[in-house]
């Protein structure tokens, strides 16, 4: 029995009950409604990829198809290859890219989150207050200003364009030195005292007790890399530079005739979708784990 329910007369106790049945019942209804509201926009993207062209030209659709066709898939790789684009390639291009741009996110988090969590130097909380004064400026002035300096280097249509600009991020670097923080100081005093060097404590020590909240900023960072639009959209013009993004819209852009091509473009989107979840679904763990960890302190 709960502790509550000891001081309470046999009317209150079912009274509270009640309360406590309903109120467990409308917090299980609102997390379905909201649940329904993520998962049935998905099921319609993946019923649509599997419709047949003249069931989409239909006024009314049912909400099951009435074939399922599951070779639009390989028709939407085909439609792809039509328009002079490689839908491989597009994979492999936002593969590479998350890649590079989360190894340099890591790199430049990891470094700067130990300074600024353990190292003493000169205007080092002026600084981190700076750092996190850049969080309040709107993402449209920095693309502004890196789509200019891009030009002027001449890096169009290149990896470096792609993934220079996003190889660090303040919020990971103000995510992860809240991890480092809650390491207490006095190991590494005493790391010090033992003659241990900067960089052999923070690999030995403060990357192993930050484990998780690194692997959360990992997952987060490709995750960011693979859906980005906006940035590929501006510097990768030509059809072997494309990410998922920015070559769906160009290779399924509208046609004169789109229900001919809407179940290849929900099937192409199903591709780019499928592997992002499955991968937070198998990770899940890691990213809670990491955000639990990583309380405000300091």
Known sequence: MHETE?????????????????????????LIAVALFILIPFYWMVATALRSTNELAETRISFFPK???????????????DRGSNFLRIYLNTILVGLLTTIGTLFTTVFA???FARLNFKFKNGLFSLLLATMM?????????????????????????????FATSVFYI???RQTFMQIPNELYLAAKVDGTGDFKYLFRVMIPM????????????????????????????????????????????????????????MAAATLVTVPLIIVFIILRKYIMRG????GIKG
Do not use: C, H
């Open 210 to 265: 930050a484990k998780s909240t690194i692997t959360t900023i990992t997952i987060l960072s490709m995750m960011g890399a693979w859906n980005a639009f906006i940035w590929p959209n501006l510097v990768a013009k030509k059809p072997t530079m494309y990410l998922v993004s920015n070559g769906l819209l160009t290779i399924f852009k509208a046609t004169d005739d789109t229900s001919t091509i809407i179940n290849f473009q």
């Open 67 to 81: 074939e399922w066709l599951w070779e639009n898939f390989l028709g939407a790789i085909v439609y792809a290859a």
């Open 137 to 165: 400026i709107p993402g449209e002035i920095f693309i502004i200003s890196n789509y200019t300096t891009v030009i002027q280097f001449g890096m169009i249509n290149t990896y470096w364009a792609l993934v220079l600009p």
């Open 291 to 294: 955000v639990s960890r990583s």
């Open 174 to 176: 103000f995510f992860l």
């Open 6 to 30: 000891l001081f309470m007369s046999e009317t209150e106790l079912k009274k509270y009950r009640v309360k406590k049945t309903l109120f467990t019942i409308l917090v299980y209804a609102f």
């Open 113 to 115: 989150s130990f300074a």
